[in-house]
């Protein structure tokens, strides 16, 4: 199935990106960066989202919130500027609020959005759910992902100091390594199981060689020499695990993007040209994150450094609730939307609103050549 969108002026559109990221003065969003908490009605099926939550009844907990729009806080008076100055910022902030609603009723009722979070997907057109929500950590991958950390276990056992906690742990380990290799030399077993029959071999190959580097240790007979040749032996049947462990989880996503586009193109032939993937990330782990990746290719689109150029994948980092996610897309295109309306650039206000420094930077630091 061709899952890739029409390339309608696609070409164009991705020259003028690269032509607009020339002209771009480094920034992010305002100091009101969209950080929303919890405070919409909770969405069902086609009803829209309110700006503010209804106060629940006594007893009663607070209503399940699909997309957040809480109201921005006032910063002004906490530094020594309030009256008319602040007044008009807050009117500012509730309206930027209100624009922020109005998108999450977008969102939850007009646009075809896939979630990527957690190791999740799930996807939704017009206020419906389509299909069911994926698990991409399949017990496929969480196998081959429990053999690949004996080897990282293996060097942190290294680093650990001399004492009975280290050699408890060394033989909690050794044990361990122990039961299950020879769970996986017995095809009946569920850890062999895990495992094509093809595979086997290299997962014994990790859990054998980690197995002898740590009785050497344990023993005092492996040096620094004897731990580096332990790495480089492991390092083919390691990099082969990540490798199936990565085919696993395009394998998985591939089928359920699959299943979305089959299911929206049912309801409505136009639904695949609405597509925004919001993708939920960790700081630490967001570089070439696999699957951000896949909607890369899929997209016709380059991650790129904050905001500024996303358009159709957005990434998330730090943000882990659903409706906290939600509402940082409704956010982002209210931000592009106006930023488009104001500076004519739709990413003007995902960059620092002050990144141009008009030269003076350059006058604090003068542009020095880099020695070679």
């Not at 405070?39 to 997309?67: D, F, I, K, T």
């Not at 680093?159 to 050794?174: I, K, N, V």
């Amino acid at each position: 199935m061709d899952l890739q969108q029409p390339r309608d002026g696609a070409a164009g559109r991705a020259l003028e990106r690269r032509r607009r990221r020339q002209f771009y003065f480094p920034a992010v969003l305002f100091v009101f960066a969209l950080d929303a908490g919890c405070a919409a009605h909770a969405v069902q099926g086609n009803v829209p989202p309110s700006p503010v939550s209804p106060s629940p009844q006594l007893g009663q907990s607070e209503p399940e919130v699909w997309c957040a729009a809480d109201r921005l806080p006032p910063l002004e008076v906490a530094h020594g500027v309030g009256g008319s100055l602040s007044s008009l910022s807050e009117r500012f902030r509730e309206a930027h609020q209100r624009a922020r609603a109005k998108q999450c009723t977008v969102l939850a009722t007009q646009q075809l959005m896939i979630r990527y979070s957690v190791g999740t997907l799930e996807a939704r057109w017009k206020g419906a759910e389509l299909g069911r929500r994926v698990d991409l950590y399949t017990p496929r991958l969480h196998a081959i992902k429990a053999v690949s950390h004996a080897v990282f276990l293996a060097a942190l056992l290294f680093e650990e100091p001399a004492g009975p906690d280290r050699e408890s742990h060394l033989q909690d380990a050794l044990r361990d390594l122990s039961a299950l290799r020879s769970d996986l030399t017995d095809s009946k077993t569920d850890a062999a199981k895990a495992f094509r029959p093809d595979e086997r071999s290299d997962q014994i190959a990790i859990l054998t060689l980690t197995s002898k580097a740590l009785e050497g240790f344990r023993k005092g007979q492996l040096d620094q020499t004897g731990r580096r040749d332990y790495f480089v032996s492991i390092r083919r049947p390691l990099k082969e695990n990540l490798r199936r462990a990565s085919v696993a989880v395009l394998t998985a996503v591939h089928e359920a993007v699959s299943a979305y586009k089959k299911e929206a193109d049912a309801k409505d032939s136009t639904a695949w040209a609405s597509l925004v993937v919001l993708a939920s990330v960790s700081h630490q782990g967001r570089a070439r994150d696999i699957v951000v990746q896949y909607f890369e290719r899929l997209l016709g689109e380059t991650v790129s450094e904050g905001a500024s150029l996303e358009n159709r994948l957005v990434i998330l980092e730090g943000q882990g609730k659903p409706a906290a996610q939600r509402a940082v897309l409704a956010g982002h295109n209210v931000d592009r939307q106006f930023a488009e309306v104001i500076f004519g650039d739709p990413g003007r206000l995902q960059w620092d609103v002050m990144g141009d420094s008009g030269g003076f930077l350059d006058s604090l630091f003068p542009t020095k050549k880099m020695p070679r």
